[in-house]
C-alpha cells in the first residue's frame, strides 16, 4: 500500500524523550523528521518555516501548556500527543487529537495511531470558524461541542466571557472577548460594545429606546442586554448586510 509521507516535527522538552520518539519514527518510511522543539516558541517558529503536516506535542513543556501551541497555529497539523500525564486525555480528543501515547511510547502504538492517520486524515480547522462549523466549549471540567450558529451571544468579563446558547443555556469560559472576535465569521457575529460579541442571526426584541439606548434580546434568553450610540451605529451596519 502506498502511504502519503507525513512531514513532521517533535515538540518535546525531555532530550531522551526526543531520541526515544525519533529512533522509533526513523525506521518508518511515512514519516519524515523536519525538526524538533523544546519549547513553545521554537515550535512556532519551525511551523512558520517548515509547514509540518503533523506534530508530535509534549503537553507539559518546561512549565509551557503544549496546548498553547495549537492555538497558536492556522490551519492546525494533524497532533499526536505524547506525555506523561493521562489526565489531560480527555482535552486532548476535544482538540481533535489524533492520539495519546503514555510515555515511554511503544513501538506499536506508535504504528496504530500514524496508520490512523492514513485511514482517517483529519480536516485542519482554519480560523476563522465558519457558520457551519463546530467547536468544543470547555468549562470547570466539562467540554460540549456546539455549532456556531448556535452561539446566541457573548458578554466579556475581563480574560473571561459568558458564552450564551440559543438553547437557553449559557457557559462561563476562560476565553477574552478579543479572542472570540478573531476566531468566530465576521458575517455572522457583531461586536456590538466593548463588552458584547452577538450573532446577528440571534437578535430579538430590539428597541431603540433613544438616540443613546437600544435594547435586545438574544435567542433563547430572557435578559435584556443594552448598547449606546456607538453600538447602535455597529449594529445597523451589521444587520443592513446581514443575509
Not at 525506521?27 to 503533523?54: F, M, T, Y
Not at 506525555?83 to 476535544?94: D, K, L
Not at 475581563?158 to 479572542?179: C, K, M, P, W
Request: glycine share 6%; proline share 3%; aromatic share 8%.
Amino acid at each position: 500500500m502506498n502511504h502519503t509521507v507525513f512531514q513532521a516535527i517533535i515538540v518535546e522538552d525531555e532530550e531522551s524523550a526526543r531520541d526515544h520518539l525519533r529512533f522509533l519514527l526513523g525506521g518508518r518510511h511515512d514519516v519524515k523528521v523536519l525538526g524538533e522543539a523544546a519549547s513553545i516558541a521554537e515550535a512556532v517558529s519551525l511551523c512558520d518555516d517548515l509547514h509540518p503536516n503533523l506534530i508530535f506535542l509534549d503537553i507539559d513543556l518546561n512549565g509551557d501548556d503544549g496546548f498553547s501551541l495549537l492555538e497558536k497555529l492556522n490551519p492546525v497539523p494533524a497532533v499526536i500527543f505524547v506525555t506523561g500525564f493521562s489526565e489531560h486525555a480527555v482535552r486532548a480528543f476535544s482538540v481533535n487529537a489524533i492520539d495519546y501515547l503514555l510515555k515511554p511510547v511503544g513501538k506499536d502504538h506508535l504504528s496504530d495511531a500514524i496508520e490512523r492517520i492514513h485511514r482517517e486524515p483529519p480536516r485542519a480547522q482554519e480560523l476563522p470558524y465558519r457558520v457551519d462549523d463546530s467547536m468544543i466549549l470547555k468549562w470547570d471540567k466539562q467540554a460540549r461541542r456546539v455549532y456556531v450558529a448556535n452561539i446566541a451571544g457573548i458578554e466579556s468579563d475581563e480574560n473571561y466571557t459568558t458564552v450564551f446558547l440559543s438553547d437557553g443555556t449559557q457557559h462561563y469560559i476562560r476565553q477574552a472577548l478579543s479572542t472570540w472576535e478573531e476566531i468566530l465569521p465576521k458575517e455572522l457575529f457583531c461586536r456590538a460594545d466593548r463588552f458584547v460579541l452577538v450573532n446577528l442571526g440571534a437578535l430579538r426584541h430590539l428597541h431603540q429606546k433613544s438616540r443613546d439606548q437600544m435594547i435586545f434580546t438574544l435567542e433563547g434568553h430572557d435578559r435584556a442586554f443594552s448598547v449606546g450610540r456607538a453600538g447602535i451605529s455597529k449594529l445597523r451596519r451589521a444587520l443592513r448586510h446581514f443575509r
